[in-house]
């Protein structure tokens, strides 16, 4: 499709599991970021990649959370021994580094992880 | 600290009424963006408008129009002639780390708007 690709959609897990959230970014679309939002909020930033790179990971709650991106497309969003609070949606989007003035954000459907 | 405040958790508004949803922002920034999203409820991010700091004139984008008040740092949007379909969670978000750095966004908690038929 066209648009950004997040799978699964729905992650149900027990405290303690690893988890892996896929984003999909829509094609030659360079920066990419991961945003987490819990009920009721706004999302939340988490890692801004540029490439391949994590220019910016200052969102990541602890070192649980870990993301890659290696080829500069698909990216990965990890979480280690998850715990109750990890449960939230998380949001990839994509964006032209250079998206005209606005810099606007295409955002996925979501990925909605419930940790038992 | 940069923030975006959005004190309406829920509004009502009669289809093609008008309405206007709330945003106030906070920064030190001299260059930043404004954006608004729709969020309904499938649960994707769907972009509305921008504004951009140094933009004089007022947004506007279809039935929606963005109210930048600079020296009260107010970004509300407006939306004409409600429709059913417009019934979502909308955030008013920040832009920061503009010029090449960061460029992430900094949302407000969100209004829930709900359009009466």
């Known amino acids: 499709g066209a648009g950004v690709s997040q799978t699964p959609s729905n992650k149900v897990t027990e405290k303690g599991k690893y988890v892996e959230l896929r984003c999909d970014p829509i094609?030659?679309?360079?920066?990419l970021y991961w945003y987490r939002q819990s009920l009721g909020q706004g999302p939340e930033f988490l890692i801004y990649?540029?490439?391949?790179?994590?220019?910016?990971d200052s969102g990541l709650p602890n070192d649980r959370f870990f993301a890659v991106r290696p080829e500069g497309s698909v990216s990965t969003l990890k979480i280690q021994r998850t715990e109750r609070g990890d449960s939230a949606v998380y949001l990839c989007?994509?964006?032209?580094?250079?998206?005209?003035?606005?810099?606007?954000?295409?955002f996925g459907e979501g990925s909605r992880l419930t940790v038992l | 600290a940069q923030k975006i405040t959005q004190t309406q958790p829920g509004m009502f508004v009669q289809e093609k009424e008008a309405v206007t949803l709330d945003c106030t922002y906070d920064?030190?920034?001299?260059?930043?963006?404004l954006f608004w999203y729709k969020q309904p409820s499938s649960g994707e991010m769907i972009f509305l408008i921008y504004?951009?700091?140094?933009?004089?004139q007022n947004a506007t984008e279809g039935r929606y129009s963005l109210n930048f008040q600079k020296a009260r740092k107010s970004a509300n949007l407006v939306i004409s002639a409600s429709q059913l379909g417009d019934s979502a969670m909308y955030f008013c978000?920040?832009?920061?780390?503009?010029?090449?750095?960061?460029?992430?966004?900094?949302f407000g908690t969100g209004t829930l708007l709900a359009v009466q038929p």
């Open positions: 990649f540029q490439g391949t790179g994590a220019a910016d």
């Open positions: 094609s030659g679309h360079t920066a």
């Open positions: 989007a994509s964006s032209l580094r250079k998206q005209g003035r606005t810099g606007e954000l295409f």
């Open positions: 504004q951009g700091s140094y933009d004089e």
């Open positions: 978000a920040m832009r920061v780390g503009y010029g090449g750095a960061t460029n992430k966004l900094i």
């Open positions: 920064t030190s920034d001299q260059s930043y963006g």
